[in-house]
């Protein structure tokens, strides 16, 4: 089941950005790497260890790459079997990539920054892809993590566009996924399979248009505090229209 969330107060003003305490550094630009796989889908496995190393091994200079793992549901077995982290939002996200970029649906697929979608597997087009995504102008994204709110976890979102060019009319998304991920497969093409993904998203939210010159967003997760050590926390700026992130950002995870 998604994750609820909640805002608990917007405030879009001129003020000055709060320090990241993500691990991202000025010569580092965030470039954000979407997978479509499924349990279900015999090649979706050599997509899902790609970004396992895309993830781990950081490859590409100038890069910081946030991965998100996003199972769709349209290899589920109409005979019960089901791919337990598959969400039928998943597979209408990629139906939007398909209508504005792709114009194909397909397992495993790899978008990077909403900008161009392709096998996941390929993994000189994915270093050659991310390399692209990571000199073209981008915002710098924050996301610092708050006193709790009681029983919920409480993050800040926050940029800046005085950093460079205003953006356009975009809308906020965050993601909340499981750090990894495993599971011994059932059904489907894997069937007795052992499987294991990285930055499994369990919940993608739009948050909302923003188009202002500057954010800073305070938003309360329905999230255990003491569950957020096996959770990734990312968000990222993306125009509705053409669906490019123009900013991205991930809440720094305990060492």
């Known amino acids: 089941m998604a994750l609820q969330i909640r805002l608990a107060a917007i405030c879009l003003t001129l003020a000055l950005v709060i320090p990241c305490a993500h691990s991202q550094t000025p010569s580092r630009t965030p470039v954000l790497a979407e997978l479509f796989t499924s349990e279900g889908c015999s090649s979706c496995p050599p997509a899902d260890q790609l970004l396992q190393r895309l993830d781990a091994q950081q490859p590409v200079p100038g890069a910081e790459i946030l991965v998100l793992s996003e199972h769709v549901d349209y290899w589920d077995s109409a005979e019960g079997w089901k791919d337990p982290f598959s969400q039928v939002?998943?597979?209408?996200?990629?139906?939007?990539?398909?209508?504005?970029?792709?114009?194909?649906?397909?397992?495993?697929?790899?978008?990077?920054?909403?900008?161009?979608?392709?096998?996941?597997s390929r993994e000189e087009m994915a270093l050659e892809?991310?390399?692209?995504?990571?000199?073209?102008?981008?915002?710098?994204?924050?996301?610092?993590?708050?006193?709790?709110?009681?029983?919920?976890?409480?993050?800040?979102?926050?940029?800046?566009?005085?950093?460079?060019?205003?953006?356009?009319?975009?809308?906020?998304?965050?993601?909340?996924?499981?750090?990894?991920?495993?599971?011994?497969?059932?059904?489907?093409?894997n069937a007795g399979r052992n499987l294991t993904h990285v930055a499994v998203v369990r919940s993608l939210d739009d948050l909302g248009a923003v188009s202002s010159a500057a954010l800073n967003r305070e938003v309360i997760l329905h999230v255990r505090p003491a569950d957020m050590q096996s959770l990734r926390v990312v968000a990222f700026l993306q125009d509705p229209k053409t669906l490019e992130v123009v900013a991205a950002g991930m809440l720094a995870r305990p060492h």
């Open 129 to 189: 892809s991310i390399a692209a995504a990571a000199k073209l102008p981008k915002l710098p994204l924050q996301v610092t993590r708050l006193e709790d709110s009681g029983s919920h976890a409480r993050i800040r979102i926050s940029a800046d566009a005085s950093a460079g060019s205003e953006w356009p009319k975009v809308h906020l998304i965050l993601a909340i996924a499981s750090d990894q991920a495993a599971s011994r497969v059932s059904g489907g093409e």
């Open 89 to 120: 939002d998943f597979t209408f996200r990629q139906k939007k990539y398909a209508f504005h970029k792709t114009g194909d649906v397909y397992t495993p697929e790899l978008v990077i920054d909403g900008r161009k979608g392709f096998v996941g």
